[in-house]
């Protein structure tokens, strides 16, 4: 009761102020029927996967829209002890890097692949911010399956954006970093000499998805921020946004922002690539890995590389060009016929518009204002569309409906705001709760965008759900964009921080994989039927030939193991039915447990300490006998000779069960 | 939802237990709910026995076929010998010895490629599970791999 009129009061308080200093009017911006609108009833599916950033638990969330749903956590940059993603010896080489096993990364912006400008439903790429890598991920098994470094780079921050046909997959520095080739072991002083943003380009095959980093550009010294494709007239092009034109290297909130305009970088990718082609570009030594995962053998494999190719900005003199734009622009949107190009000056009191055709005109014209650093720039009055008088406070990213209409997150004034592409009048305004950072409308950066729903990854999320300490979760706001004004329908909690996201209808996930044939499965330590378990005795390493299955593992019980053996549990889920994985945990294991899909084959590595009888299980409730799936391994002291045996439990009256020698090589 | 699935087993347990045998299935809302309301909506007392439920009719058993039979005992090995022995002893399920007696080739081969709708509706198959307590997993078995399986089993039943 105390506590109840606690909230009471906390609640009150919060309202007030709220009501003060924050947005006003979610209570009366959400109408009557918002619930209904967004109540999925058990049983039924969403109408669409939308694939939310991890921020720095490194991660991907998939969220069903619209009832805000968490349908599945993908582990993609960080190690994830759920299911041993990045502990078991099949994943770990999936985290390996020029710097050893990175175990962690910040994962900001995803892109879904795409066929003739549309989202297709194959392919997700996700970017690591901090060690710079880019990640495909399977959409018929929502699985991690390749993992390439990007070097040259720091800060991977404007990826993984693609151009409209995924032909390739662009990775630009955020920090401008001395190349690989260079030492970086040089004063800070020296900026503005040794310091170049390098831009990647990452080649996709058209087939298997499987990427390559094809070449890369060495541009300017400045921090390169998010980037966005061309499409249809300008699919040959890719803008970044650029920010610190000044190459200040401290006190940047202050010495980044002296100049008025930086600017967003155009790129003819189509021109860079036909350049390499005909031997353009140095050869520079590097270092980066290059991490695949085979569904048929369930097992990562890491390669290191050792070489990419760099075009200079001399190489590019007819292919890169800078279009001043207002102060520190964040987003860079293309809308969906191709034509505009938004900026979003984060520091600006106006959203800049630029026109594809006047970009051309004016590059033809050689309309240009001088050079940055040897790249022609562009006058911006010959380049621009339009401004957007008085958005917002703080504009960031701008998404299209396909209906002629962008929307624009405004970071301080907290809100979205639309307007029309072509006459750049403000339509509607939207307030946030709180800091929105992102939009994302389903298909909303592509060609073809979905445009029913809008999200809105807010920053901020105080005053949304019960207080959790100093710590909150925050918050994606869903909006209904069918009509002319939005409606704000609901808000859910999110893992933090969220970035970009990506969705796609569900009905477009089609070719699900439910469970994986066990004929198929190529692994090396797989064991097909119980019949085939056994312990094998290599030296001081112990390969165990482990199946599951409701309710039971084979073998079930095992003695023999000494202290300082390296043993390595394959387990193999015998199950080919959807939906039924076994888990595998033993005490004093020092990474994680496993969770094996049926038909799968994962393996623990575990090194017992002191001897002792160390009881293991399945952690994943598979059945009515599920805490009966259980056995022992005896760990007895190093030297000892301890019979090496195990015991299938496979007898009527299993008091006592059977024993089979282990095999030793 | 498979946790669901066996919470859905021990309601349907708990219910032979305490109402003595009912066969009407339990309405918890499982992945299988569609299924299950295709048998129910037949009605239980149009659930034929000797046949159960799936696509399989008159299965013809006339002749014995040692090589299908010896495919059979492989995929066995893989899918079913974690559970089944070719024996009468029961490990986590039934023994094989006696199945093709006791059941129609229709009815075994309906119930090894369509195990769950048959489970929540087959007088035979509810007893199993209140002994067994684990629905019998579906082991994604094809048309011809399922006649492999029922010619083994055939075989162990002495088939010649």
Request: hydrophobic share 35%.
């Given at each position: 009761?105390?506590?109840?009129?606690?909230?009471?009061?906390?609640?009150?308080?919060?309202?007030?102020?709220?009501?003060?200093?924050?947005?006003?009017?979610?209570?009366?911006?959400?109408?009557?029927?918002?619930?209904?609108?967004?109540?999925?009833?058990?049983?039924?599916?969403?109408?669409?996967?939308?694939?939310?950033?991890?921020?720095?638990?490194?991660?991907?969330?998939?969220?069903?829209?619209?009832?805000?749903?968490?349908?599945?956590?993908?582990?993609?940059?960080?190690?994830?002890?759920?299911?041993?993603?990045?502990?078991?010896?099949?994943?770990?080489?999936?985290?390996?890097?020029?710097?050893?096993?990175?175990?962690?990364?910040?994962?900001?912006?995803?892109s879904l692949s795409q066929t003739?400008?549309?989202?297709d439903g194959r392919w997700l790429f996700?970017?690591?911010?901090?060690?710079?890598?880019v990640a495909r991920l399977d959409l018929k098994t929502?699985k991690t399956v390749e993992?390439l470094?990007?070097?040259?780079?720091?800060?991977?921050?404007?990826?993984?954006?693609l151009?409209?046909?995924t032909e390739y997959v662009?990775?630009?520095?955020?920090?401008?970093?001395?190349?690989?080739?260079?030492?970086?072991?040089?004063?800070?002083?020296?900026?503005?000499?040794?310091?170049?943003?390098?831009?990647?380009?990452i080649g996709i095959d058209k087939q298997s998805g499987e990427m390559d980093?094809?070449?890369?550009?060495?541009?300017?010294?400045?921090?390169?921020?998010?980037?966005?494709?061309?499409?249809?007239?300008?699919?040959?092009?890719?803008?970044?946004?650029?920010?610190?034109?000044?190459?200040?290297?401290?006190?940047?909130?202050?010495?980044?922002?002296?100049?008025?305009?930086?600017?967003?970088?155009?790129?003819?990718?189509?021109?860079?690539?036909?350049?390499?082609?005909?031997?353009?570009?140095?050869?520079?030594?590097?270092?980066?890995?290059?991490?695949k995962f085979?569904e048929?053998?369930?097992?990562?494999?890491?390669?290191?590389?050792?070489?990419?190719?760099?075009?200079?900005?001399?190489?590019?003199?007819?292919?890169?060009?800078?279009?001043?734009?207002?102060?520190?622009?964040?987003?860079?949107?293309?809308?969906?016929?191709?034509?505009?190009?938004?900026?979003?000056?984060?520091?600006?009191?106006?959203?800049?518009?630029?026109?594809?055709?006047?970009?051309?005109?004016?590059?033809?014209?050689?309309?240009?204002?001088?050079?940055?650093?040897?790249?022609?720039?562009?006058?911006?009055?010959?380049?621009?569309?339009?401004?957007?008088?008085?958005?917002?406070?703080?504009?960031?990213?701008?998404?299209?409906?396909?209906?002629?209409?962008?929307?624009?997150?405004?970071?301080?004034?907290?809100?979205?705001?639309?307007?029309?592409?072509?006459?750049?009048?403000?339509?509607?305004?939207?307030?946030?709760?709180?800091?929105?950072?992102?939009?994302?409308?389903?298909?909303?950066?592509?060609?073809?965008?979905?445009?029913?729903?809008?999200?809105?990854?807010?920053?901020?999320?105080?005053?949304?759900?019960?207080?959790?300490?100093?710590?909150?979760?925050?918050?994606?706001?869903?909006?209904?964009?069918?009509?002319?004004?939005?409606?704000?329908?609901?808000?859910?909690?999110?893992?933090?921080?969220?970035?970009?996201?990506?969705?796609?209808?569900?009905?477009?996930?089609?070719?699900?994989?439910?469970?994986?044939?066990?004929?198929?499965?190529?692994?090396?330590?797989?064991?097909?039927?119980?019949?085939?378990?056994?312990?094998?005795?290599?030296?001081?390493?112990?390969?165990?030939?482990?199946?599951?299955?409701?309710?039971?593992?084979?073998?079930?019980?095992?003695?023999?193991?000494?202290?300082?053996?390296?043993?390595?549990?394959?387990?193999?889920?015998?199950?080919?039915?959807?939906?039924?994985?076994?888990?595998?945990?033993?005490?004093?294991?020092?990474?994680?447990?496993?969770?094996?899909?049926?038909?799968?084959?994962?393996?623990?590595?575990?090194?017992?300490?002191?001897?002792?009888?160390?009881?293991?299980?399945?952690?994943?409730?598979?059945?009515?006998?599920?805490?009966?799936?259980?056995?022992?391994?005896?760990?007895?002291?190093?030297?000892?000779?301890?019979?090496?045996?195990?015991?299938?439990?496979?007898?009527?009256?299993?008091?006592?069960?059977?024993?089979?020698?282990?095999?030793?090589? | 939802?498979?946790?669901?699935?066996?919470?859905?087993?021990?309601?349907?347990?708990?219910?032979?237990?305490?109402?003595?045998?009912?066969?009407?299935?339990?309405?918890?809302?499982?992945?299988?709910?569609?299924?299950?309301?295709?048998?129910?909506?037949?009605?239980?007392?149009?659930?034929?026995?000797?046949?159960?439920?799936?696509?399989?009719?008159?299965?013809?058993?006339?002749?014995?076929?040692?090589?299908?039979?010896?495919?059979?005992?492989?995929?066995?090995?893989?899918?079913?010998?974690?559970?089944?022995?070719?024996?009468?002893?029961?490990?986590?399920?039934?023994?094989?010895?006696?199945?093709?007696?006791?059941?129609?080739?229709?009815?075994?081969?309906?119930?090894?490629?369509?195990?769950?709708?048959?489970?929540?509706?087959?007088?035979?198959?509810?007893?199993?599970?209140?002994?067994?307590?684990?629905?019998?997993?579906?082991?994604?078995?094809?048309?011809?791999?399922?006649?492999?399986?029922?010619?083994?089993?055939?075989?162990?039943?002495?088939?010649?």
């Amino acid at each position: 009761m105390k506590s109840l009129k606690f909230f009471g009061l906390g609640s009150v308080m919060a309202l007030l102020l709220v009501s003060g200093c924050k947005p006003k009017g979610t209570e009366t911006a959400v109408t009557g029927d918002a619930a209904e609108r967004v109540y999925v009833a058990p049983g039924k599916y969403d109408e669409y996967y939308n694939f939310v950033s991890g921020g720095f638990n490194g991660q991907v969330n998939v969220y069903g829209l619209p009832s805000g749903r968490l349908l599945k956590v993908l582990p993609v940059f960080s190690q994830n002890p759920e299911n041993g993603y990045g502990y078991s010896e099949e994943t770990k080489p999936m985290l390996e890097t020029s710097h050893g096993f990175i175990p962690w990364d910040d994962q900001h912006h995803l892109s879904l692949s795409q066929t003739n400008g549309e989202v297709d439903g194959r392919w997700l790429f996700a970017n690591a911010n901090n060690t710079p890598r880019v990640a495909r991920l399977d959409l018929k098994t929502f699985k991690t399956v390749e993992i390439l470094e990007i070097p040259n780079s720091a800060g991977n921050h404007s990826s993984p954006f693609l151009t409209e046909n995924t032909e390739y997959v662009v990775a630009g520095t955020r920090f401008a970093v001395p190349t690989d080739d260079q030492s970086g072991d040089v004063p800070i002083e020296s900026f503005k000499s040794n310091f170049k943003g390098v831009l990647s380009f990452i080649g996709i095959d058209k087939q298997s998805g499987e990427m390559d980093l094809s070449f890369q550009i060495e541009a300017p010294g400045i921090n390169f921020d998010l980037s966005h494709a061309g499409k249809k007239k300008s699919g040959d092009w890719f803008f970044f946004s650029c920010y610190n034109s000044e190459k200040a290297n401290t006190l940047l909130e202050v010495n980044a922002s002296q100049n008025d305009k930086d600017f967003i970088m155009a790129v003819n990718w189509k021109k860079a690539a036909e350049l390499v082609k005909a031997g353009k570009g140095r050869k520079v030594t590097t270092e980066y890995a290059h991490n695949k995962f085979d569904e048929s053998t369930h097992t990562a494999t890491s390669t290191m590389k050792k070489e990419v190719i760099v075009l200079s900005v001399e190489d590019m003199k007819d292919a890169m060009f800078m279009i001043p734009c207002p102060k520190s622009p964040h987003g860079c949107d293309v809308d969906p016929t191709g034509e505009y190009i938004v900026g979003s000056g984060k520091l600006a009191a106006l959203i800049p518009v630029f026109s594809f055709d006047k970009m051309i005109k004016a590059i033809a014209d050689k309309n240009f204002a001088g050079e940055f650093d040897g790249v022609k720039v562009i006058k911006y009055e010959a380049a621009l569309h339009g401004e957007v008088q008085k958005p917002g406070l703080g504009p960031l990213h701008t998404e299209f409906d396909g209906k002629g209409n962008a929307y624009t997150s405004m970071f301080v004034s907290s809100e979205v705001v639309k307007w029309n592409i072509k006459d750049l009048k403000v339509l509607d305004r939207q307030p946030t709760f709180y800091s929105v950072g992102h939009l994302m409308i389903p298909g909303g950066d592509s060609a073809k965008p979905f445009g029913k729903y809008l999200v809105a990854y807010n920053k901020i999320t105080k005053d949304r759900y019960l207080p959790t300490g100093p710590e909150l979760a925050q918050s994606a706001q869903l909006y209904d964009i069918s009509g002319d004004k939005m409606k704000l329908l609901l808000d859910f909690p999110t893992f933090g921080e969220p970035h970009y996201a990506q969705a796609l209808p569900g009905d477009m996930l089609k070719d699900q994989v439910k469970f994986f044939r066990i004929e198929d499965n190529k692994h090396p330590y797989a064991t097909k039927g119980e019949a085939e378990s056994k312990v094998v005795r290599e030296g001081n390493k112990v390969h165990v030939y482990m199946t599951s299955i409701r309710s039971h593992f084979a073998p079930d019980n095992i003695e023999g193991i000494r202290v300082g053996d390296e043993v390595y549990f394959h387990v193999t889920n015998l199950e080919q039915d959807w939906d039924i994985p076994h888990g595998f945990a033993i005490k004093g294991a020092q990474n994680a447990e496993l969770l094996i899909m049926p038909g799968e084959t994962c393996t623990l590595k575990w090194m017992p300490k002191k001897p002792g009888m160390y009881p293991m299980y399945c952690t994943d409730f598979c059945s009515a006998l599920h805490q009966e799936m259980q056995g022992y391994v005896r760990v007895s002291p190093a030297g000892s000779n301890t019979p090496l045996i195990y015991s299938l439990n496979n007898k009527k009256d299993n008091a006592q069960s059977p024993v089979k020698a282990g095999e030793t090589k | 939802m498979k946790t669901i699935h066996s919470i859905a087993a021990a309601f349907l347990a708990l219910g032979l237990v305490s109402c003595g045998g009912d066969k009407k299935t339990d309405s918890v809302p499982t992945a299988s709910t569609e299924t299950t309301a295709t048998a129910e909506s037949s009605g239980t007392n149009a659930y034929d026995p000797k046949r159960g439920i799936g696509k399989h009719e008159n299965v013809d058993v006339s002749t014995f076929d040692p090589a299908m039979a010896a495919e059979g005992r492989k995929l066995a090995e893989v899918k079913c010998t974690s559970c089944h022995k070719p024996t009468e002893e029961k490990l986590v399920g039934p023994g094989w010895k006696g199945v093709t007696q006791r059941q129609t080739p229709e009815w075994i081969m309906n119930f090894i490629t369509n195990p769950d709708p048959m489970i929540d509706v087959d007088p035979e198959l509810q007893k199993q599970l209140e002994l067994c307590l684990v629905r019998m997993p579906n082991q994604g078995l094809n048309d011809t791999e399922a006649r492999q399986i029922l010619e083994y089993m055939r075989e162990i039943d002495g088939a010649k």
